[in-house]
Antibody, heavy 116, light 112 residues
Framework: EVQLVESGGGLVQPGGSLRLSCAASGFTFSDHYMDWVRQAPGKGLEWVGRSRNKANNYPTEYAASVKGRFVISRDDSKNLLYLQMNSLKTEDTAVYYC???????WGQGTMVTVSS | QSALTQPASVSGSPGQSITISCTGTSSDVGTYNYVSWFQQHPGKAPKLMIYDVSNRPSGVSNRFSGSKSGNTASLTISGLQAEDEADYYCSSYTSSTTLLYVFGTGTKVTVL
């Protein structure tokens, strides 16, 4: 069964850091581009960033709203995708989803709350 | 880069057909055939319903269909069923320097 499972969400103070993980199974993770998408409470979807695959030398791209603060990485040996979030702001509060295969596969999401 | 524009709500009776529009610009919907549609039930993750404008992933009902004309994409749900009541989002690849994908504002579909 194709599956993505996010973890690592929680409550963090403004200016703090948090690392999210996304565990993939049921497909050849290393072949696929992987994205992070977030959804603020009661709001729409927002693309956060992408990790391309090894065949394309793993370049990453980010939305302007998180560029310079968030870093996406992956460990193909463990089928894991990461989102390192630094200098967090209250407006980063959202459910964070990892998604694969050009947004065809989605995890269940993990909630990140940035509040003092 | 602004979000793609969708109507806030669309409603229909069971068995009817409804269409949701998604209006972008020549930097996204108008240029790229990478328009997708997602269904999201409350508290759940989005589910891909249509990709590349009009293609359905395996397992998605053929009651869902997509099309595009100019800067506007559309999702049609025919034979509306109670289970179709959900939020729907479009997305498009974009040539923006600040985003790779842009999502729509979202449409709440209500089955009367």
């Amino acid at each position: 069964e194709v599956q993505l499972v996010e973890s690592g969400g929680g409550l963090v103070q403004p200016g703090g850091s948090l690392r999210l993980s996304c565990a993939a199974s049921g497909f050849t993770f290393s072949d696929h581009y992987m994205d992070w998408v977030r959804q603020a409470p009661g709001k729409g979807l927002e693309w956060v960033g992408r990790s391309r695959n090894k065949a394309n030398n793993y370049p990453t791209e980010y939305a302007a709203s998180v560029k310079g603060r968030f870093v996406i990485s992956r460990d193909d040996s463990k089928n894991l995708l990461y989102l390192q979030m630094n200098s967090l702001k209250t407006e980063d509060t959202a459910v964070y989803y990892c998604a694969g295969d050009a947004l065809e596969i989605w995890g269940q999401g993990t909630m990140v709350t940035v509040s003092s | 880069q602004s979000a793609l524009t969708q109507p806030a709500s669309v409603s229909g009776s069971p068995g009817q057909s409804i269409t949701i529009s998604c209006t972008g610009t020549s930097s996204d919907v108008g240029t790229y055939n990478y328009v997708s549609w997602f269904q999201q039930h409350p508290g759940k993750a989005p589910k891909l319903m249509i990709y590349d404008v009009s293609n359905r992933p395996s397992g998605v009902s053929n009651r869902f269909s997509g099309s595009k004309s100019g800067n506007t994409a559309s999702l049609t749900i025919s034979g509306l069923q109670a289970e179709d009541e959900a939020d729907y989002y479009c997305s498009s690849y974009t040539s923006s320097t600040t985003l790779l994908y842009v999502f729509g504002t979202g449409t709440k579909v209500t089955v009367l």
